[in-house]
């Protein structure tokens, strides 16, 4: 009975709470940090020569994070290809 | 032994074949230029596998042959690790390749431009390496899973 009461207000401080957070937050296509953004704007297309400048950050700048991507994706293959019966009958 | 839907079904998916396979490779071979690249491009190739094993069936899988399919994804990992390496001169992922003229190493414009295939250097060997990597991953998890047997 007591938790059935409570369920509303929690709900109620809970909208209260996300409202308010959705206000406080800074406007979209204004970071507060920019310098990063500005180099790889300024920079990445003469550095790396590509037009597309989410592939000049993707396959140079943090090359080593789609290594690992690319190697999670070979582990999963590999963990598949164990469980489900691709060894020898 | 899966023998797959009906010959409309087949018909259909025999068709579709070809521009899947086509939007796929574009997808990889404009990676630098447009959005996409290799692991959007290599899941678009692998929808191809799944839409032969639903429509045809698993009759094909061994004339493929998954240890080729594995051999595939392992040579896309490597050839990717491979061409990380070769810029070890300077640094890991070291893009070399750009501006020295070479294959993909054209100088490219400041600015907007309409965009060139052969610039970005390692960028676009990446994207294929990778795109080749993904395909036969999912290619592999899609046909495993599809061929599994319940065990008893």
Redesign the interface.
């Known amino acids: 009975m007591e938790r059935n009461k409570s369920k509303p207000i929690v709900a109620a401080i809970l909208f209260v709470f996300l409202l308010a957070m959705s206000f406080s937050i800074h406007p979209a296509g204004k970071p507060s940090e920019t310098k990063m953004d500005d180099f790889f704007i300024a920079h990445g297309?003469?550095?790396?020569?590509?037009?597309?400048i989410?592939?000049?950050i993707?396959?140079?700048y943090r090359?080593?994070d789609?290594?690992v991507?690319?190697?999670v994706?070979?582990a999963?293959?590999t963990g598949?290809?164990i469980a489900?019966?691709?060894g020898k009958k | 032994m899966n023998k797959g839907l009906s010959p409309i079904v087949k018909n259909v998916a025999a068709v579709a074949l070809v521009p899947i396979t086509v939007f796929g490779l574009y997808v990889i071979a404009h990676g630098h230029l447009t959005p996409g690249g290799g692991f959007p491009g290599g899941a678009i190739i692998a929808t191809m596998t799944a839409l032969l094993l639903i429509s045809f069936g698993t009759s094909w899988v061994k004339a493929i042959g998954k240890e080729r399919l594995s051999m595939a994804e392992s040579l896309g990992l490597v050839g990717f690790v491979g061409l990380a390496i070769m810029g070890i001169g300077k640094s890991f992922f070291n893009n070399f390749l750009v501006g020295q003229g070479l294959f993909f190493g054209n100088a490219v414009a400041f600015g907007p431009n309409p965009g060139w295939l052969g610039t970005a250097g390692l960028i676009p060997l990446m994207n294929m390496a990778v795109g080749l990597e993904v395909f036969a991953a999912i290619s592999l998890i899609a046909i495993t899973m599809f061929t599994a047997e319940v065990s008893k």
């Open positions: 297309q003469e550095e790396t020569g590509s037009n597309n989410v592939a000049a993707v396959f140079d090359g080593m789609t290594l991507e690319a190697s994706l070979f999963a293959a598949v290809f489900l019966g691709g």
